[in-house]
């Protein structure tokens, strides 16, 4: 008879695998080897969660495709780079539910279509783009672990009635009797949810100093509209002066901040990348380090009637003097075409205009689409470059 530590032990290891999570790397080995079976369904659907249309999964080099259809013969999956060509199949235990896990390579960036039989379907979305991860944007137990605080909402008075949240980070090694770095990002909301694990990691490790990040949301205008692109992608020094007169000032209410352009630096991506651009070309005494991702360095300056954009930089860096400035700039050759530029060759335009006059810059492009993914799996690399020989 089997003892009752024994079987405790037995039921464990039969319990086990259906409680924890899965992933696409453990689900692309259970269907290369046939191993799943009905009761791992609940462990696939809660991997691949709502599937209302056809619908990709993407973490790390790891992707999974699935469609449901109780009615389909066959689901197949193509991506524009001939890099994926794989025939989904149905999940042991349900009547609708396809899935198709694939691993792909660092930087793979494709549209992707399914075909269900004859017909072929949009799915939802039809971009991937998948990246390494560096080991430094995980959380790691043994590392401290800064605060993030929301603080209370902010109405403005560089802009009239317009109101937004936004939230400081204060690193775990934050001295009162040292002044810290500091770090402004744009489109607050996303950036707060990933930067200060990098922050964590890299703080701890020494690779950059004490750094209290603030995040801010784009204004709220009194009619319940976003301000964002008015903010973001008019070339002024309004922004600016929201930033120096009231945000930095609010800050240091409570944290004592350095002033010197080394210890402070800005980022965004798209709008919010000009943006940070913009500040620190108007104020290189008071930021010298910027992080731009997928810039929208075009006419976008247009929608508000101003006659000056984003895409008239290249031509202003190549006629102004060289300015102390740290540039991280980053873009995909699959990024945004239309009406108001290519983001693309803008962008392109920017890293020979900063090359040109001998900047400090790190050019980082990609093969991707508009979207963070690159510069979020690389953040900590970014993050080092910018932050180097600051003590």
């Known amino acids: 008879m089997m003892s009752a530590t024994a079987m405790i032990v037995a039921l464990a290891a039969l319990s086990t695998p259906q409680t924890q999570d899965l992933n696409a790397f453990d689900l692309r ?8 079976t009905a009761t791992d369904l609940p462990r696939i ?16 080099l790891d992707a999974v495709f699935s469609y449901r259809s109780a009615t389909a013969k066959s689901v197949r999956v193509f991506s524009d780079d001939k890099a994926v060509s ?34 072929t379907l949009v799915g939802s979305p039809d971009t991937v783009e998948a990246y390494l991860r560096h080991p430094d944007t995980y959380v790691k137990p043994t590392v401290p672990k800064g605060t993030l605080t929301q603080m209370p909402m902010w109405e403005s008075k560089v802009f009239p009635g317009v109101k937004r949240n936004w939230w400081i980070y204060v690193p775990a090694q934050y001295d009162p009797a040292k002044p810290a770095c500091t770090m402004v990002w744009q489109d607050g909301q996303w950036s707060k949810n990933y930067v200060p694990t990098s922050f964590d990691n890299l703080i701890h490790a020494g690779d950059m100093p004490p750094t209290i990040a603030i995040f801010l949301e784009p204004g709220t205008k009194p009619d319940g509209g976003s301000n ?14 929201f930033l120096l007169t009231e945000i930095l000032p609010e800050v240091e209410k409570k944290y004592k901040l350095r002033q010197t352009p080394d210890s402070r630096a800005i980022a965004g991506s798209s709008s919010g990348a000009i943006c940070a651009f913009t500040v620190a070309w108007n ?3 008071k930021f010298g380090k910027v992080l731009s991702w997928i810039g929208s360095y075009v006419d976008l300056a247009k929608l508000h009637g101003k006659e000056t954009g984003g895409d008239d930089y290249p031509a202003f860096i190549r006629k102004t003097p060289k300015k102390p400035l740290r540039i991280w700039l980053q873009d995909g050759k699959q990024d945004i075409e239309n009406q108001f530029g290519s983001w693309w060759h803008s962008n392109l335009q920017m890293e020979r205009a900063l090359n040109f ?21 690389t953040l900590p690399t970014s993050l080092r470059w910018l932050w180097r020989g600051t003590k």
């Not at 659907?45 to 790390?60: D, I, M």
């Open 357 to 377: 006059m001998g900047y400090d810059l790190m050019w980082q492009p990609g093969n991707g689409y508009h979207s963070n993914a690159h510069g979020e799996a």
């Open 29 to 36: 080995q259970m269907i290369e080897s046939e191993s799943w």
């Open 228 to 241: 964002r692109s008015f903010e973001y992608d008019v070339v002024s020094d309004q922004y600016s002066e």
């Open 283 to 285: 104020h290189p005494d």
């Open 86 to 119: 794989i025939s989904l199949k149905k999940v042991p235990g349900s009547s609708d539910l396809w899935a198709g896990p694939v691993g792909l390579y660092d930087g793979a960036a494709f549209r992707w279509t399914v075909i269900v039989d004859d017909a």
């Open 45 to 60: 659907e809660k991997l691949l969660g709502p599937v209302a249309k056809p619908t990709v999964r993407v973490r790390g």
